[in-house]
């Protein structure tokens, strides 16, 4: 049983006198920066949906959501918390995004936002707190109603049950919302648990398989325009003159106004704008500095790599123990930029008036995008309000420190003077910048008689993806960015060999960069899994057990790395031309081994098979996890086997789907899920099936090849 | 002026005749669940049916559609009651869910040519529809769980 300590009542904000009546709690949880309520305010001036929960007179009670639903499916899991501690009829469940309010402030970040697999753990008290507060507030309704005592009541599927009386949440929401709120509130022991832990399908299948599922593309209003933006061919270019002439005379253009980004046209209509958009002719003023080249960059790393960065992590002396060595194990990895390509083009619907700012988008960083819009507009953020859509995907784009394509809207319909949606086409979402750094590492490793590593010297190079930002302070200590780092510096690998350093080098360049799916761990992890694989062989040891032998300490690691060994057959035999290879990673407090098994048909790597065992702590919907795995599979395997951009003269070379290239349906492979039993405390889902994939693919066209592939995409040489 | 044959509704619309499909059915019509993913015939979210066949409409003039039947995931059912939608909704098969009108569209098209699919006959028809939420298992798994729905029904 676990027991609120000191919950003083103004951390519950309860209000009766809306939408139709009924409950509404809104919450805060204590020590997490509060909501400006010097004075409560007046019943019906509190906005309807600025609560956690609402309990309508017709039983439906309504979850707002302070995380964004982009797929990884908090729609679902972050309800199944209230339901649980609510005793909830989940058939009588509606969902909500939450509007932008520091009410809603992430509970370990301090601001609203949706990223680093955090949702669900973030919020596993929070939520069940909100449910446990409704639950006894209408049991202390139906008492009173009952003429009972409390204790004498019970609740099971939305009703509250004394002897033979019963009645039903939405008989009982009125009465309750006049009550005081209790001092604290007991939350139910795990053995009681009924829905945290039952596989539950996803809430918001219905409007996405019928077309009605509102994404930010899909915002209509009377009176509404659309833009596209001419932006600048190399980052940092600026508009020096332009033409809007032919521009002005495709039917349904509008207005061309300049921004800040570009020039952007705007129409009655998004193929107008696009149409517009294209007969722009514009004179862009070169940066002063040198335009990025990708073959120049990559030999710009590799020679930092040679040189003393800043250590990340250092025991022993690495440098000297690898200076006296004969033989060392001296290799170069390398990883390209990547876009996130989410399926829905990144877009965003600004509406100015004279006393706010109203937003529709699909945002990861709603706490983010308020502040920035209210700095743009001179309004307080209060007066900012962000409609959360359904995200076509995020994967990290759609939560930027800099609210890119949030600004660019609001200067758009700033200039235009108009409700404006500005939308973006798929060259210019390839080309929009905020990609995953490139990044260049360089591994050199002694190995010692007994077939392990006794000094190894780490170096990555790559741009620091908080860098100038505002999130730079919190995030870079003693000139390292943790993001860079993570999974190399703290890998249970590399922390056991007695004489070791990682350095670090983060050079700058123009290129805009940003948190992708698995941030570091996206390169890292395909680092240190192919190299201890390797090592594995140096040492002529099977790949399973030579990780085992550094992970005795690391039971949670070992635990899915056995698990994926039973269940994917490791050491069983496969039929002729294929193989298996191994990969396991700790990432977002999460434990995630995958097998694959791979063939080479025609030169190209076929992935055919992949397991995956996974340990995230409590498994709140089972059913998501599986789904995520599968998801994070697929997003990693297309960066394994396909995505790259590539810079020439400062401009990006991909445009499109057709070069750059992601996986399809025949290239996806069977996977298996497997989840690790656990009490322990939630661990991030979203992002962490990613990691291990693409070494563990390199792995099994190794073992097939004999050939260590040390790039990503993976490619064989022809 | 195009005459559009739209889930079985008569529209007249006004416009450049090379105004693709999909920012009529869209901007126009309103029927906004048809998705722009690439506008190249890439990405297959844009997904309808012209005369039974799954079309690209980011592609296709909307002249060329003149008096043609169009449908959209709208026209699929009333209801989410289409076989297919079915099938999605019982094998969870959404995550985000923007590319899945497309896939439906593509996946219902397959169905009414070729009733019982084979894997080989499923990667041809969908590989078409890229899915960056990954949801490509569940997408073959519940094109085989509606060709068996279909015969129920
Ligand atoms: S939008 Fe038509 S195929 Fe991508
Ligand atoms: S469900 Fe997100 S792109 Fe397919």
């Known amino acids: ?718 | 002026m195009v005459s559009l044959l739209v889930n079985g509704k008569k529209k007249d619309v006004t416009l450049d005749p090379s105004t693709p499909l999909l920012w009529v059915l869209r901007d126009h019509l309103g029927l906004i669940g048809t998705k722009f993913g690439c506008g190249i015939a890439q990405c297959g979210a844009c997904t309808v049916h012209v005369d039974g066949v799954a079309r690209r409409s980011c592609v296709t003039p909307v002249s060329e559609v003149a008096d043609k039947s169009i449908t959209t995931i709208e026209g699929l059912s009333a209801d989410g009651s289409h076989p297919v939608q079915r099938a999605w909704a019982e094998l969870d098969v959404v995550q985000c869910g923007y590319c899945q009108s497309g896939q439906i569209m593509s996946a219902a098209a397959l169905l009414a040519a070729t009733p019982n699919p084979s894997d080989a006959d499923i990667d041809t028809a969908l590989n078409g529809n890229i899915c960056r939420c990954g949801t490509y298992q569940r997408v073959r798994a519940a094109v085989h769980r509606a060709a068996k729905l279909n015969k129920v029904d």
């Open chain 1, 1 to 718: 049983m676990e027991i609120l300590p000191n919950l003083s009542r103004r951390d519950f904000i309860k209000t009766s006198a809306l939408v139709a009546g009924g409950l509404v709690i809104a919450f805060v949880v204590p020590g997490v920066r509060r909501f400006a309520l010097a004075a409560p305010p007046a019943a019906n001036k509190l906005p309807a949906p600025n609560a956690f929960l609402r309990v309508g007179n017709d039983g439906v009670i309504t979850v707002l959501l302070a995380h964004s639903e982009m797929g990884q499916g908090v729609w679902t899991a972050l309800p199944m918390l209230i339901a649980e501690e609510l005793d909830a009829d989940w058939s009588k469940i509606k969902v909500e995004h939450a509007p932008a309010s520091t009410l809603y402030a992430h509970t370990a970040y301090g601001m609203q936002m949706t990223g680093g697999s955090s949702s669900t753990w973030s919020e596993f008290d929070r939520y069940r707190q909100i449910g446990a507060l409704a639950r006894t507030l209408l049991v202390q309704a139906a008492a009173q109603r009952f003429g009972v005592d409390a204790a004498a009541c019970r609740t099971e599927n939305g009703k509250v049950i004394a002897g033979a009386q019963h009645a039903s949440y939405g008989e009982l929401a009125e009465l309750a919302a006049t009550l005081p709120v209790p001092e604290n509130v007991t939350l139910k022991n795990p053995k009681d648990w009924k829905i945290i832990g039952k596989p539950t399908k996803r809430l918001d299948t219905p409007e996405k398989i019928t077309g009605r599922a509102q994404f930010g593309i899909d915002v209509q209003f009377p009176g509404l325009l659309t833009a596209v933006v001419a932006r600048a061919p190399v980052f940092g270019a600026k508009v020096k003159a332009f033409d809007a002439r032919k521009a002005n005379l495709v039917p349904g253009v509008v207005n061309v106004v300049q921004v800040p980004s570009g020039v952007a046209v705007i129409a009655e209509h998004f193929w107008a704008a696009k149409l517009g958009r294209d007969a722009l002719q514009i004179e862009w003023e070169q940066p002063a500095n040198a335009p990025v080249d990708s073959v120049t960059l990559r030999e710009q790393y590799h020679k930092l790599a040679e040189t003393p960065g800043t250590a990340a992590a250092q025991t022993g002396d690495a440098i000297s123990a690898l200076k006296t060595a004969s033989k060392i194990l001296d290799v170069e990895y390398a990883v390209p930029y990547l876009a996130h390509a989410p399926m829905e083009p990144l877009n965003c619907t600004v509406r100015v008036s004279t006393d706010k700012c109203e937003i529709w988008t699909g945002t990861q960083f709603q706490g983010m995008d308020q502040q920035i819009a209210a700095q743009l507009t001179g309004f307080k953020p209060e007066q900012v309000e962000i409609h959360t859509t359904f995200l076509g995907g995020g994967f990290g784009r759609r939560a930027n420190p800099a609210a890119d394509f949030v600004t660019e809207a609001v200067q758009v319909a700033q200039a235009a003077k108009a409700a404006v949606k500005t939308v973006w086409s798929r060259e210019d979402d390839i080309h929009g910048g905020y990609y995953r750094p490139a990044y260049l590492h360089r591994a050199r490793i002694r190995m010692g008689a007994n077939g392990k590593p006794v000094a190894w010297h780490h170096t990555i190079v790559g741009q620091s993806i908080v860098a100038g930002t505002v999130l730079e302070g919190m995030l870079v200590k003693n000139g390292i960015d943790a993001t860079s780092v993570e999974g190399v510096a703290d890998s249970p690998y590399i922390k056991s060999v007695a004489d070791h350093r990682v350095d670090l080098h983060s050079p700058k360049n123009s290129v805009p960069v940003l948190w992708w799916r698995s941030v570091g761990h996206s390169h890292t992890a395909f680092v240190m899994e192919t190299l201890i694989d390797e090592l594995a062989h140096v040492a002529g040891k099977d790949p399973v057990a030579y990780r085992r032998d550094f992970l005795k300490k690391h039971p949670r690691h070992l635990g899915v790395l056995n698990l994926v060994a039973k269940k994917s057959g490791w050491g069983t035999s496969l039929p002729a031309g294929r193989a298996r290879g191994v990969a396991v990673h700790e990432s977002f407090g999460s434990f995630v081994a995958e097998v694959a098994e791979v063939s080479v048909e025609k030169g190209q790597i076929r992935v055919h098979r992949v397991v995956c065992a996974i340990d995230c702590g409590v498994a709140v919907n089972p059913e998501t996890i599986v789904a995520q795995m599968e998801s994070g599979i697929a997003f990693g395997l297309s960066a394994g086997l396909f995505s790259a951009l590539h810079f020439k003269d400062g401009r990006v070379q991909e445009a499109n789907f057709n070069d750059y290239r992601v996986l399809r349906l025949n290239e996806m492979p069977k996977v298996e899920v497997h989840i690790v039993a656990s009490s322990a405390k939630s661990g991030g889902v979203g992002e962490v099936g990613v990691p291990p994939i693409a070494p563990a693919v390199a792995n099994a066209v190794a073992a097939l090849t004999g050939k260590r592939l040390r790039e990503l995409p993976l490619t064989l040489p022809s």
